[in-house]
């Protein structure tokens, strides 16, 4: 199972149970920096700057920094078929909790 996925299912199972994505989170977050740490731990530096640092390790770079430059200053001001999904992700954020929850209804989400 992929990693998104696994994350993703993190984060779902800790809303269920907690009513909260803080406890998904800071699991999430922990594997992620336990991933790094396990591999400067079991692998040579030569070994991990080789084989994870490639070309295309660079032009993702590239084109992540690109897109962020580009769409700096986009807040999901104009309706479209795309941003409702940012409003949505937005209020997750702000609330801690899914876009149908009650305090969400209550506020100004819609």
Wanted: glycine residues 6%; aromatic residues 22%.
């Amino acid at each position: 199972m992929s990693a998104i996925i696994v994350s993703t299912l993190f984060l779902y199972a800790s809303q269920m149970i907690f009513k909260t994505f803080v406890p998904g989170v800071v699991v999430d977050v922990f594997f992620a920096l336990l991933f790094p740490a396990y591999l400067i731990v079991k692998r040579d530096l030569k070994e991990i700057r080789d084989s994870y640092f490639s070309t295309g390790f660079y032009v993702f770079l590239g084109m992540f920094l690109l897109t962020v430059i580009v769409d700096y200053g986009y807040f999901f001001w104009h309706w479209d078929e795309l941003s409702h999904w940012g409003m949505m992700v937005k209020e997750m954020f702000r609330t801690g909790r899914f876009y149908t929850e009650d305090v969400c209804v209550k506020s100004s989400c819609a």
